[in-house]
Nanobody, 121 residues
Framework: HVQLVESGGGSVQAGGSLRLTCVVTGNTRDYCMAWFRQTPGKQREGVASIADSGGATRYNPSIEGQFTISRDNAKNTLYLQMDSLKPEDTATYYC????????????????WGQGTQVTVS
């Protein structure tokens, strides 16, 4: 049984940084992991994904070069380093896992965390 718990969200001024953490319970070493974000009234948007080995990453073009996804399989932890934050990055951020593909479509992911709020002013 896979459970995902995010942390690290908060309020930050524009230009600041945050690092989100997602601790995973269950064996997800062979899973693709990803971060998504969502604002009220909008669809959930894929931010970044990382393959099970941690080698292959994929980013939404809107945040490429600004955010960095990484994982530590020994610690069962997924990270999202967010730099140069902008007000439009304000959203609830979710981590997700799936065992089949590693894209940025939310319908590909079977397991989800509860979300952590990021507010940039």
């Amino acid at each position: 049984h896979v459970q995902l718990v995010e942390s690290g969200g908060g309020s930050v001024q524009a230009g600041g940084s945050l690092r989100l953490t997602c601790v995973v319970t269950g064996n997800t070493r062979d899973y693709c992991m990803a971060w998504f974000r969502q604002t009220p009234g909008k669809q959930r948007e894929g931010v970044a994904s990382i393959a099970d080995s941690g080698g292959a990453t994929r980013y939404n073009p809107s945040i490429e070069g600004q955010f960095t996804i990484s994982r530590d399989n020994a610690k069962n932890t997924l990270y999202l380093q967010m730099d140069s934050l902008k007000p439009e990055d304000t959203a609830t951020y979710y981590c997700a896992a799936n065992s089949f593909t590693c894209g940025l479509g939310s319908d590909q992911y079977a397991f989800w965390g509860q979300g952590t709020q990021v507010t940039v002013s």
